[in-house]
Each structure stands twice: as C-alpha cells, then as structure tokens.
C-alpha cells in the first residue's frame, strides 16, 4: 500500500514540473504552434461564352374560346333530347323537344279569342254605320224643321257611342293579336335551339345536363356548346415575370396527353392587375385546334421566350455561393492550387446555367466543394488526379 501511495505521488509530481515547464516555454516565445487549415477538395468547370435565353415557363389548363348553355325559355316535360356530349350541332340547330301540348291550346285559343274580336269589331263598324245614316238623316230633318232638337241629339249621341265601341272593338283586336303571338312564340320555344351569333356554322356539344323525361325549369340547363378548334391557355404570371410578358409573344405550348407534340399559342390578353391573394396577373394564350387533339380543362405548360443574349458569359448555377451576404464564384488557379472569391452580377438563368454580367471573368469555377471554401484557400483537385493516374498507368 505505501509503495502504491509513492508512485501516484512521484507521478503527479512529475506533471506538475511539465506544466511548469510548458508555460515557461511559451511565455518565452520559445515555440510559435501554428493550424494549417486542410486542402479542400473540389471539382471544376470552365467559364465558357455561349447563347442563353431567357425563358418563362407558367402552368395553366386549356379553356374553350367560346362556351355556352343551352336552356328552355319554357317549363315542361323533356320530350325528346337529339344531341348528346360529344356531337357536332349546326346554328339554330334544334337540339330538344318540350311536350307542347299545353302551348297548342294556348295557341288554339288564342286564336279563337281574335276571330270573336275581329267578329265584334265587325259588328261595332256596321253599327256606325247605321248610326252615321240615323244622324244624317235627323240632320236633314232638323234643317227641314221636321225633326225636334232632341231627336238630332239622340242620332248624334248614338253616334259617339258606335265610333267608340269601335275603337275598343279595334283595339281588342290588336290585343288579342298580340297575344296570339305571344303563345305562337312560346309554342316555338318548345323546339330548343342552339344559336349563335359568330359565322362558323358548326360547334360542338361538351356536356349534356339532363335525360329525356326531365321536367325542366325555366333557364334550367340541358347542354353545353362550345367552340374548340381555338382554344384558350390561361396561366398566371408572377410580379417579376410580369414587365416581361407582351401581347402578341409567341409560347410553346406542351401537355401530358402529347409528351412528344408541343403545339404554338400567342398572348392574346394581359390582365391589367395582379390578383392580392397571390400576386398573380392572368394571361390568355390563343391556340389553334384543327385537329381537336387538345381538349378544354387540359392542363399544359407553356413556355415563353423572353430575350436571347449571345456570347454570353457562362457558369454553371451550382458555381454560384454567398460569403457575408454577398453572391459570387471562387475561380480556381490550377496552377497555384488556390481559390479566390470574386463577387459577381448575375443576369439570366436558364437550364443550370448563369448568365455574369459583371466582371469579366474566366478560366475554371468551383462547382462541387465551394461551400466549403474561403477566399484563398487550399484546394485539391481529386479529378485531375485521378486522370493523371489512368494516363501514369496507360
């Protein structure tokens, strides 16, 4: 046990003249201790000139460029429905048939009730006619001094009476007239129609909303025609695309349906506003759909080119980092193994690729490893070495 005690005191005794020493040392300057950061390892890519475009790409469906409902100006029973989705229709094309068996009679009647009003006028034009003779008549009588003032009185007022019966007569012939046409025209209007005012004579059905045998409300919707040979792309553009977006700008049009086929649309409508809630403004393409292969509520992808600048200065997007708040590339001195930090104005990016527009550069950027880098640092190269190998064993 003592010999034990004695040789954790030795030992201690020991470490307490190495410290001493050690702080001796390096208070005396004796011994510098220097950290040498280790070489990062990267990989690089040339700084190269080329073309880069400018392009937008937005999302949006396909709307029909027109579009209506058809619907009955009368209630009934669905008597027959000739058209179905899918189905081309003529303008005034007649699409359904109402029961009118109830606007028959109502037709019938009142035609019936405007043959008793012209039999009435009639007979109210042949009354004044007799009253007009009976008034001239006393007339000539009174002048002869035959006739009593009275009796003038009576021819006469008999004869306002005929000419008014006939003015009512007349105009209940215009009314019932009037309402013969009314029911005639709600006869028609068992026969539903599609119409149109545009020249194309020919469109096409896209839904259809009810069965034969229906009974439809006024305005109640039967079918859906709509033009598709032209169709509408709606997309929505963000504020910093939306300076950039003119009327008359051309678009390459893709969607899911054709991976393989992209069709041409044209920026027919801007909207003059941006929409609160998401910052977006609306904007309508025109596509042409003579083959029909594009369909409403299809969704697409439209891309539209913006500017194209030549012999631009080209890196790669994943050269791109930021040191202190600000964005810039380390390019690379092979030579020397170093790499320098070297701020940057960036212009367009397109496709993994970024425009500089400021300074003018060149040579070799950090692509993979820059996140780790500091300006100046040490760097390896693990791809050229690795090719200086293979040529070694070659």
Known sequence: ?????????????????GWLTYRRIVSAGDIVFE???AAVAVETQPIRK??????????????????FVVAPKVSGWLKQLLVNFGDTVQRNQTIAIIDDAEFTQQVEQARAELQVARANAENCASDLELAKREYE????????QIASVSELDESE????????????????????????????????YSKVQAFWESDEQTRVVGERFVDEGALLQVNQPIVSILKNDILTAVVYVVEKDYPKIKVDQRAIISTDAYPDKSFTGTIVRIAPLLQ????????????????LLLKPGMFIRARIEFTIVENATLVPLAALVRRDGTQGIFIIDKNNLKAGFVPVTVGIISDEQVEILEPEISGF?????????EDGADITLPEENKISKIKMQN
């Open 50 to 67: 080329d073309t880069i475009k400018d392009v937008g790409v937005f999302t949006g469906s396909l709307e029909p460029r027109s579009q």
């Open 35 to 37: 950290r040498r950061a």
């Open 365 to 373: 950027v950090a692509t993979l490893g820059n996140h780790l880098l």
């Open 157 to 188: 007022a008999a004869l306002n009476s005929c000419q008014t019966k006939l003015k009512v007569s007349l105009a209940q012939v215009n009314q019932k007239e009037a309402a013969l046409k009314a029911a005639e025209l709600r006869l028609s």
């Open 137 to 144: 008549r006393a007339k000539a009588l009174r002048e002869k």
């Open 1 to 17: 046990m003592k010999k034990f005690f004695l040789v954790v005191l030795a030992s201690a005794i020991l470490a307490g003249l």
């Open 276 to 291: 609160e809630s998401s910052r977006q403004a609306r904007v309508e393409l025109e596509i042409p759909n003579a083959d």
